[in-house]
């Protein structure tokens, strides 16, 4: 469990990395603390609208990742 908020350099850090291995199509901060991740190309981007609830995001999506592991490892 966390005992520290989420600050928006995390949530960049996190959607960078994803971006980068394939696990989002696009990602974007914008000056107002939101983001707009798109999963897919063609899909509706959604807007992450505080670093809380990116991150929570990005923690949904980590785990569907890791449960759709080709090894089968979590």
Known sequence: MRITP???A???AWLTVLQHYG???QA???RDGTW???SHAGQVP???HAPVLAM???EDLVRDTAEHQPDGNP
Do not use: F, N, R
Request: aromatic letters at 14%; proline letters at 5%; zero cysteines.
């Open 46 to 48: 959604w807007t992450l």
């Open 36 to 38: 707009t991740v798109q």
């Open 6 to 8: 989420a600050t928006p």
């Open 56 to 58: 929570d995001w990005i």
């Open 23 to 25: 696990h989002i199509y």
């Open 28 to 30: 974007q901060g914008h």
């Open 10 to 12: 995390e949530v960049d």
